[in-house]
Each structure stands twice: as C-alpha cells, then as structure tokens.
C-alpha cells in the first residue's frame, strides 16, 4: 500500500511538471503613426503611438503647422493652438477630443494656469479628462505651454 501511494504521487507530480503552460496572449506591438508632413520634418519623436486601446500622443505646443513657429500672443493663444494641434492628430487617426482620457500641461510660468484653464474648457467637456500640470523652467522655442494627451481607442467600436 504504501508504494502504490508513492508511486501514484510520483506520478502525479511528474505529469504536473509535463503539463503545457496556458497560453500567453502577444505581447503589443506598438504601432508609429505619423504623417508623411511629420516625417519631411525629422523631428526626433513619432506624432502618436498606439499600443493596444491606448493612443499616445506627443507633446504639443502652440506651433502653427503651416509656419512651424510658435502664435504670437503669449499663453491663451498658444494653448488654442496647442489644443487645436492635439485634435489633429486625433481627427487624423479616427478619433476626438472625446476619446482624451488623461492630460499632462507643462507651464514655463504656472501663474499662467487660470487662463490656460479658460482655454482648455472650450475644448473639453465635463466628464474631464484626468489632468496633472506642471510648472516647468523653460520649454523649446520659449514656448509657454506644451501639452501630451492619452486617448483611449478601442479596437472594436460599442
């Protein structure tokens, strides 16, 4: 009796260690999604970046696309276009400004805040996107603002 246990525990514990793993799922692969403006750019960064139902976009600033420099008129305007530069990117990979989930602002001057505020209002609605803010020492191109944006973009649309 006492082999017949030990020997049926032996087996047990030899098929155990036979036995197939589950099967894992893929791993993401991200996918780089830029314009073919963006690319003629050579900028060092991709536009927007999706890896499964998340879509990254990368910071954007109160450049005009079509002049590549910076509005003039200090904050306000450059958080319109900054917005305005993120609906893009959005509008051009199937989405809106309905899909943001979480924001990142970057002030070179976080006194500034009210009135980025007033600005972004116009561009979201309650339920708000989650949001941090960030008062930073110096952006590129003396830029007032830089913002980065997530959206969440399932595959298979409700």
Not at 126 to 152: D, K
Request: with cysteine; charged share 20%.
């Amino acid at each position: 009796m006492r082999w017949s246990v030990s020997l049926v525990a032996g087996l047990v514990i030899l098929l155990a260690g036979c036995a197939t793993p589950p099967a894992k799922a893929p791993a993401a692969k991200a996918e780089f999604l830029n314009t073919p403006a963006s690319l003629q750019r050579g900028l060092p960064f991709s536009e927007a970046v999706r890896v499964n139902d998340i879509l990254l976009l990368a910071g954007q600033m109160g450049i005009d696309p079509a002049t590549g420099k910076l509005v003039p008129g200090g904050v306000e305007p450059q958080a319109r276009q900054a917005l305005e530069n993120i609906k893009a990117v959005l509008e051009r990979n199937g989405r809106s400004m309905s899909d943001v989930v979480k924001c990142t602002v970057f002030l070179a001057d976080i006194s500034e805040w009210a009135h980025f505020n007033e600005i972004y209002k116009q561009y979201f609605k309650p339920p708000y996107p989650a949001r941090s803010a960030l008062g930073v020492n110096g952006l590129a191109n003396n830029g007032r603002l830089e913002i980065e944006c997530m959206a969440y973009v399932p595959t298979a649309h409700p």
